[in-house]
Antibody, heavy 114, light 107 residues
Framework: EVQLVESGGGLVKPGGSLRLSCAASGFTFSSYSMNWVRQAPGKGLEWVSFIDNTGYSIHYADSVRGRFTISRHNTKNLLYLQMNSLRVEDTAVYYC???????WGQGTLVTVSS | DIQMTQSPSSLSASVGDRVTITCQASQDIRDYLNWYQHKPGKAPKLLIYDASNLETGVPSRFSGSGSGTDFTFTISSLQPEDIATYYCLQYANYPYTFGQGTKLEIK
């Protein structure tokens, strides 16, 4: 069974950092691209970042480029999102998604507040 | 960046009604468009991929059509369990972009 489980969310002050993880199981992680998608309270879905299966092709939304870094560890079946210089507007539930297909995690909440 | 204009933003319909949602892309995205269903507290669910292909296990009352810049998502006969917010997503170019969402309610 394919499973994606996010962790690492929490409360952080503006300007702070947080690293999200997504543990993958039930499929060959190294064969799939991965994405992070977020939903701010009361708002719609926003695509955040993409990484291909090798880790060499990476893309970001304009809103996070230069502050967030996506990475992966294929032997550990882990996807990461390092979030620096966090802003209040980064408050959201963050989902990891396999290739934007049918498999998404349940999300982890990041709250940026003083 | 490609802008996705989704309409309507909300929709109220009766059980059994035919429901249609549209997405318009600001430039040609060929058929690189997915439709998702999102219920509160749950992960988004892929319903349609590549504009018109029904994801495995998704009921046949859901369908998608279109290519280029204009796309349509249809529920042929609305069921109570279809209450959710629906989103289109273009993946033709980075950054990927979602439509603003359509909140579907039962009358």
């Amino acid at each position: 069974e394919v499973q994606l489980v996010e962790s690492g969310g929490g409360l952080v002050k503006p300007g702070g950092s947080l690293r999200l993880s997504c543990a993958a199981s039930g499929f060959t992680f190294s064969s799939y691209s991965m994405n992070w998608v977020r939903q701010a309270p009361g708002k719609g879905l926003e695509w955040v970042s993409f990484i291909d299966n090798t880790g060499y092709s990476i893309h970001y939304a304009d809103s996070v480029r230069g502050r967030f870094t996506i990475s992966r560890h294929n032997t550990k079946n882990l996807l990461y999102l390092q979030m620096n210089s966090l802003r209040v507007e980064d408050t959201a539930v963050y989902y990891c998604a396999r290739a934007l297909d049918s498999y998404w995690g349940q999300g982890t909440l990041v709250t940026v507040s003083s | 960046d490609i802008q996705m204009t989704q309409s309507p933003s909300s929709l109220s319909a009766s059980v059994g009604d035919r429901v249609t949602i549209t997405c318009q892309a600001s430039q040609d995205i060929r058929d690189y468009l997915n439709w998702y269903q999102h219920k509160p507290g749950k992960a988004p669910k892929l319903l349609i991929y590549d504009a018109s292909n029904l994801e495995t296990g998704v009921p046949s009352r859901f369908s998608g059509s279109g290519s280029g810049t204009d796309f349509t998502f249809t529920i042929s006969s609305l069921q109570p369990e279809d209450i959710a917010t629906y989103y289109c997503l273009q993946y033709a170019n980075y950054p990927y972009t979602f439509g603003q969402g359509t909140k579907l309610e039962i009358k």
